[in-house]
């Protein structure tokens, strides 16, 4: 019943910045708490940051300084600017809601994920 679609990912040097979006339709995306997570090939998904309803946010310890996310309920549309991109940040983005509202960071609290968008960042 909920769709997420991302978009925004390509390939870019050490140092640069990409922003990547994530779209959502059906439900009330007001009301979700938005993540995002990623994924190398063989490894598991890895959290990456989350916005609650109220637009709390929080991350993970490895970009938190150099990401941000942010939403504009209106445009049913949550954003992940990635500044200084790194080699290690390469990986499939995804984007995922959970029901809750709230900042969670493990997968399997989150109800819908989009298809994920590619990040590669090379040296």
């Known amino acids: 019943q909920v769709h997420l679609v991302e978009h925004g990912g390509g390939l870019v040097q050490a140092g640069a910045s990409l922003r990547v979006s994530c779209l959502g339709s059906?439900?009330?995306?007001?009301?979700?708490?938005i993540g995002w997570f990623r994924q190398t090939p063989g490894q598991e998904r890895e959290f990456v940051a989350v916005?609650?309803?109220?637009?709390?946010?929080l991350y993970s310890a490895s970009v938190k300084g150099r990401f941000t996310i942010s939403r504009d309920n209106p445009k049913n549309t949550v954003y992940l600017q990635m500044n200084n991109l790194k080699p290690e940040d390469t990986a499939v983005y995804f984007c995922?809601?959970?029901?809750?509202?709230?900042?969670?960071?493990?997968?399997?609290?989150?109800?819908?994920w989009g298809q994920g968008t590619q990040v590669t960042v090379s040296s």
């Open positions: 916005t609650s309803w109220r637009g709390e946010t």
């Open positions: 059906g439900g009330t995306f007001s009301n979700y708490g």
């Open positions: 995922a809601a959970n029901l809750y509202g709230s900042r969670i960071r493990g997968t399997s609290s989150y109800n819908y």
